[in-house]
């Protein structure tokens, strides 16, 4: 993949791990750390990446084990690439676990640094928010679960502490806000029903801000759209990727893991380029051309020949 220009922020955006800790299948189909290990091995060579974020639902159990395979695993891969490493809780993940584990979700800083956090204990029912600066960048963190609920919400407390972050001392390059269940319309009617409830209360504070990207997750699937103006992308889920254009009212996913790779440059542009985890079985290769064949169709089919 091309390195990113100077100055651009280029996030490894995963979501929907799911991970359990006890090795137990998700679903009773997939085991999730293996297909975790399978995204990051295909994305190792990925350059230049300087953020790596999981977008929610990082566990499916709430142990405090899945939560350690997690952040054994994406911390390894984020300290080798010298990336920061951020996380936030879906309506799987227990705010419990995750904060003995993850502390507020702000596990390494740039370039793979460890960050320090207090001890200090929080109930489950406050949620988990935090934010870094990153290459410019401003990370924040909004805890859009529902203790004990499938849909999302931004409470009173996340929607102060965004607002208080957004109108905190200027950042050069503007913010990147994730959050777990995306304020963007729903493909299923299940994922409908358990979507964000109050994205008009987001979008308030989107309005005008410097915030140039909102990461989500929870569909399981990519998905683009937009909020106040600012682009929403949904990762596509690392244990499953749900079926979109099957019945509405009927729910399905099939075995295949991706994520996303999202450029977020210093003017504010933003690219994001999707990623799948081949499955040897099922993806054959098509083609394959090696750099000499590539450069020399580049200088014959390029501006430089006319
Ligand atoms: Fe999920």
């Not at 955006?13 to 295909?42: E, I, R």
């Not at 935090?130 to 529902?146: E, H, K, L, W, Y």
């Amino acid at each position: 993949m091309q390195t990113p220009a100077p100055g651009t922020l280029r996030i490894l955006h995963l979501s929907d791990t799911h991970l359990t800790g006890d090795g137990a299948l998700h679903q009773g189909s997939v085991d999730t750390t293996a297909a975790l290990d399978a995204v990051l091995a295909h994305v190792d060579g990925v350059p230049g990446v300087g953020l790596v974020v999981i977008s929610g639902d990082v566990s499916e159990d709430g142990t405090p084990e899945s939560y350690r395979a997690v952040r054994e695993r994406v911390g390894a891969w984020a300290e080798r690439h010298g990336a920061a490493f951020v996380a936030v809780p879906g309506n799987h993940d227990l705010r419990e676990g995750f904060r003995q584990v993850l502390a507020n979700g702000h596990v390494l800083g740039p370039g793979g640094t460890p960050l320090a956090h207090t001890t200090e204990y929080l109930p489950p029912s406050v949620p988990v928010s935090g934010q870094t600066t990153v290459a410019g960048f401003r990370i924040v963190t909004v805890d859009t679960s529902v203790p004990g609920a499938g849909y999302g919400e931004v409470s009173e407390t996340a929607l102060e502490r965004l607002r208080a972050a957004l109108t905190g001392d200027p950042v050069p390059h503007g913010t990147v806000v994730v959050l777990h269940h995306p304020p963007v319309p729903a493909p299923t009617l299940l994922h409908e029903a358990l979507r964000l409830q109050n994205p008009e209360d987001l979008a308030e504070l989107l309005e005008g801000s410097d915030v140039r990207v909102v990461l989500g997750g929870h569909q399981h699937h990519h998905a683009a759209g937009s909020l106040a103006g600012v682009p929403v992308l949904v990762a596509p889920g690392v244990a499953n990727d749900t079926d979109v254009v099957g019945r509405y009212d009927e729910e399905s996913a099939h075995v295949a893991h991706g994520a996303l790779v999202v450029d977020v440059a210093v003017d504010g542009s933003v690219w994001s380029t999707p990623v799948r985890a081949p499955d040897p079985d099922r993806d054959a290769l098509a083609f394959a051309l090696d750099a000499g064949t590539v450069a020399r169709i580049a200088a014959q089919a390029g501006p430089d020949a006319r």
